[in-house]
């Protein structure tokens, strides 16, 4: 079990960027698949992105491939979204969550995998 704490959220206007961040503690943060859900009003929760323990594995859901990239950095028990592009529609609160189950990335069950998670973080994208 790790605890998380997600960072970065804000108001930014369509077409912009942000950097969604998520600090790891405890020394095992290392061996743990990360991803990032979202949750809009109304809406369930949703796969953002995935990424393997050592980082060489990456996953995206639909709606944001090739404007968000996931990255990690194991010796500073991190976790990144860079989000670019930013559409009305990826308004939401974001989680960062982590888990140890092979899992965590290629299918379409993958939330219940997750065994540990953040608190959110609120992003809104005006038009």
């Known amino acids: 079990q790790v605890q998380l704490v997600e960072s970065g959220g804000g108001l930014v206007q369509a077409g912009g960027s942000l950097r969604l961040s998520c600090a790891a503690s405890g020394r095992t943060f290392s061996t743990y698949h990360a991803g990032w859900f979202r949750q809009a009003p109304g809406k369930e929760r949703e796969f953002v992105s995935a990424?393997?323990?050592?980082?060489?594995?990456?996953y995206y859901g639909d709606s944001v491939k090739g404007r968000f990239t996931i990255s990690r950095d194991n010796a500073k028990n991190t976790v990144h979204l860079e989000m670019n592009d930013l559409k009305p529609e990826d308004t939401a609160v974001y989680y960062c969550a982590a888990t140890r189950s092979p899992y965590y990335g290629d299918n379409d069950d993958r939330m219940v995998a997750y065994s540990d998670w953040g608190q959110g973080t609120q992003v809104t994208v005006s038009s």
């Open positions: 990424i393997s323990w050592s980082g060489d594995n990456t």
